[in-house]
């Protein structure tokens, strides 16, 4: 096997086991010091992976694993529904005997798993039982198609069976399926096979659930909401920081509003001594700057993207979602908002500055590249000093964004002529008569 193969399949292995999650970079130089190979069979890899629907290759931006939104996951559920019930209804007409073989020796594999609640061990159990059962429709080409659209599956299916008691009905529907074709059964063997693959109803909302990597306050100020506010913290803080703000907020013109209060992970924060606290990334030095922590701030712009991903899943569309921040989560906000591969309604950004500057102009989105932006900053913030602040506008507005900056006699906090400004901001974005 050449070294691009074996690199494609442990690159595969680790999107599938979530170690590399969607919307992950895949840096070449990375990855050519983790394995020690040359950037040749890098390439290679990543371009075999790409062709598999597995990575996405940005121009200027590199590797990043694919990242599918809650409409494509289902779409591409319903055709794996339908090309698995295909392998099962030929399988019934067609089992052999070491196919049956095969298929009682992986369901009890699985029940052995689920017997022990190792969904890691039920996973790959899980992975045989079907890969048994595309082999008993004795048509090369149907395995083929299938085990393609498969492996794009296989990080999601595995998050599957993060959702309580999916194993135990998981295992319940194999034994079903199996049933069916000992007795040969084509038709309840295809309807068993739809029924187990297919996300719909609760079991999509359960897969949407396990896709998030944040913990989430949300409320709505009426039914049917038209819009929505995504809110992040900083540092040290919680969703709970910025609650009685948004409180303050009159947006009744706008209509019915969500608003999105995330839990920033818990994590050692060197600046503080490595004490553990809620942040959206490492911070090293008191400059902010110098040294980034990239990792984790590429990290949180997946999870906000997969906030703003929900949101249109529950009938928000992107346009409607402001991204707003303070400290920390003014970075977060700026450095997802303005890749944000849909167009949002704004950014808006308190007392925080522009991280990774760098790599905006590469890394910047075509559809937010004229996105109202919104900074406001203390005169007297000792946090992030408001030269930084002032970098960041200037920075923006090199780059043609619309900026609207205000700043205040404060510190590092929020004060009620902020609120004001931001509130007749929001009511521009968001289309309501001023």
């Not at 079907?130 to 498969?150: E, I």
């Not at 059964?185 to 949407?208: I, K, N, P, S, Y």
């Amino acid at each position: 096997m050449k070294i691009s193969e074996r690199l494609c399949e442990t690159i595969e292995e680790l999107i599938a086991t979530g170690e590399l999650a969607p919307g992950s970079a895949l840096d070449e130089a990375m990855l050519v010091e983790r394995y020690g190979v040359s950037r040749t069979p890098v390439r290679e890899a990543l371009i075999q992976l790409a062709a598999e629907g597995l990575v996405e290759l940005r121009p200027r931006r590199g590797a990043v694993v694919a990242q599918a939104t809650p409409q494509r996951l289902v779409e591409m559920f319903e055709v794996m529904a339908e090309l698995e019930a295909m392998c099962a209804r030929l399988a019934a007409r067609r089992l052999h005997d070491a196919d049956l073989v095969a298929l009682e020796a992986a369901l009890a594999c699985c029940d052995a798993a689920a017997a022990q609640r190792d969904p890691d061990a039920y996973f790959y159990a899980n992975e045989e039982f079907h890969r048994a059962l595309y082999t008993a429709s004795h048509n090369d080409f149907l395995v083929g198609q299938t085990l393609a659209l498969q492996r794009q599956l296989r990080p999601y299916r595995r998050l599957q069976l993060r959702v309580r008691h999916r194993m135990q009905h998981s295992l319940t529907e194999h034994a079903e399926i199996l049933a069916a074709l000992r007795q040969g059964d084509a038709v309840q063997a295809m309807e068993a096979t739809r029924r187990h693959v297919v996300v719909q109803g609760e079991r999509f909302a359960d897969l949407l659930a396990s896709l998030m990597a944040l913990d989430t306050l949300d409320f709505q100020s009426g039914d049917h909401p038209v819009a929505s506010l995504i809110v992040l913290h900083g540092l040290g803080a919680d969703g709970n920081d910025f609650v009685p703000i948004a409180r303050e907020l009159d947006l009744s013109a706008v209509g019915p509003m969500r608003f999105v209060f995330p839990h920033a992970p818990i994590r050692p924060v060197t600046i503080n001594g490595g004490m553990k606290m809620r942040a959206w990334y490492d911070i090293y030095t008191p400059d902010l700057v110098r040294r980034e922590d990239e990792a984790g701030l590429r990290a949180s712009v997946a999870d906000v993207q997969a906030l703003i991903d929900r949101e249109a899943a529950l009938g928000i569309p992107p346009e409607r979602v402001v991204l707003m921040g303070f400290s920390q989560g003014c970075a977060v906000a700026l450095l997802a908002g303005l890749r944000a591969p849909q167009r949002l309604a704004g950014i808006a950004g308190l007392s925080g500055y522009l991280p990774l500057a760098a790599t905006t102009a590469a890394e910047r989105s075509t559809a937010n590249q004229d996105v109202p932006v919104f900074l406001a900053h203390g005169r007297f913030d000792p946090v992030v000093v408001p030269a930084r602040g002032v970098a960041s506008r200037e920075a923006l507005l090199a780059l043609g964004y619309g900026v609207e900056w205000h700043d205040y006699p404060m510190e590092h906090s929020v004060c009620p002529e902020e609120v004001e400004d931001l509130n007749v901001w929001l009511l521009k974005v968001l289309g309501a008569p001023i």
